[in-house]
């Protein structure tokens, strides 16, 4: 599986991976119960049904520290405690309010 945008081919898209799954289970190309697979630029990925649900498998890409983005802080309305990056996200730790937040972007 491939997924582009205008502009550039892209190594993941989670929204596009789901509706493959939902529309060959959907058109019958899948059993019910036989686990969905792709083979992307970014490795392997599964989808599997359980119940009205798809639970979708994803490689993991371990973060390291990175510089915080321009505009993140004024984004999130809050200063990051910690930025990390890996090959598809940004991983961010903020405090907001009296607790704290991990966001994925």
Known sequence: MRWFTPT???????HATLASAHALWEEGQLAPDEQARFDTRSGRLTADRKGDWIEMDFP???EEQA??????AEGLGASPKYVGRN??????RAGVGRGGACVTA
């Open 8 to 14: 550039v081919e892209v190594d993941l898209c989670g």
């Open 60 to 62: 993991a890409k371990p």
């Open 67 to 72: 510089a915080t983005p321009e505009g993140l």
């Open 87 to 92: 090959a598809f996200d940004y991983i961010v």
